[in-house]
């Protein structure tokens, strides 16, 4: 039984992560996406690829195929869930990292999370499980990405930050060096974070400041 991949999502960032395993060359391997919230784009396919209509058709599918599942969904929360999925049926979640993106020997990524073109990981950094680092992104020495966080497309990390479980940083942000962002925070598009984000806050501006609670 030939190994397969199986994308879990079926919007816009799944579209990314199959893109990705294009520029892989492992594009045949992918034999369909799973419609994980049930609210997909109807049809019976996306790029080309079966739709699965929802996790319990994966669930049956997992017991006659040899699966490496790969997390293709934007939402942070979603990804915590999708992955505690894979984790009660002892399964673990594959990665996808494009081909182009430059990653320092020493970093270590976990399982379930995607790299996209032209991202930049320095030495000494780790990032955790089903993390985006999303295009052009960059990450510079020894930081931290915990869990479920997400780096939007050119969002920049200077050395030794530590961004904690669910965080998301917004396209084109920046943090400078040595900082914490909070669990769950939100910083705004654009944003110039200079002191530690609050857990849970939205972060917005130049400099960024706390705008609210989330
Ligand atoms: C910060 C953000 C989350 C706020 O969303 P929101 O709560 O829906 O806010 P609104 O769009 O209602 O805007 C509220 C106010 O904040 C301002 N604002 C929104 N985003 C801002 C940003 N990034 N920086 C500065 N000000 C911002 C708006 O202009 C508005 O100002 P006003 O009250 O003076 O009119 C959102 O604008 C953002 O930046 N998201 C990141 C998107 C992103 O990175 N996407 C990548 C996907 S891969």
């Not at 780096?151 to 990390?157: K, T």
Request: aromatic fraction near 2%; include cysteine; hydrophobic fraction near 45%.
């Amino acid at each position: 039984m030939d190994r397969q991949i199986v994308i879990l999502g079926s919007g816009a960032h799944a579209r990314v992560v199959h893109d990705i395993l294009l520029a892989c060359g492992e594009g045949q391997s992918v034999a369909a996406f799973v419609d994980v919230d049930g609210d997909g784009p109807g049809g019976a396919s996306v790029s080309g690829r079966p739709l699965m209509s929802g996790l319990d058709e994966f669930d049956r599918y997992i017991k006659t195929h040899d699966v490496t599942a790969i997390i293709g969904h934007g939402n942070n929360s979603r990804r915590r869930a999708i992955m505690g999925w894979l984790d009660q049926r002892g399964m673990e979640a594959g990665n996808a990292v494009h081909p182009s993106a430059v990653i320092s020997p020493d970093v270590d990524i976990a399982p379930g999370t995607t790299v996209s073109a032209g991202a930049v990981i320095l030495t000494g950094s780790r990032i955790g499980r089903a993390v985006i680092i999303n295009t052009a992104a960059t990450i510079d020495h020894d930081c931290v990405v915990d869990d479920f966080a997400q780096l939007a497309p050119g969002a920049h990390l200077a050395g030794r930050v530590h961004v904690q479980e669910g965080a998301f940083i917004g396209i084109g942000a920046a943090v400078i060096q040595n900082l914490t962002v909070g669990r769950g925070c939100v910083i705004g598009a654009g944003a110039a974070v200079v002191r530690a984000a609050p857990e849970h806050t939205l972060v917005i501006g130049v400099p960024g400041r706390v705008r609210r609670q989330l």
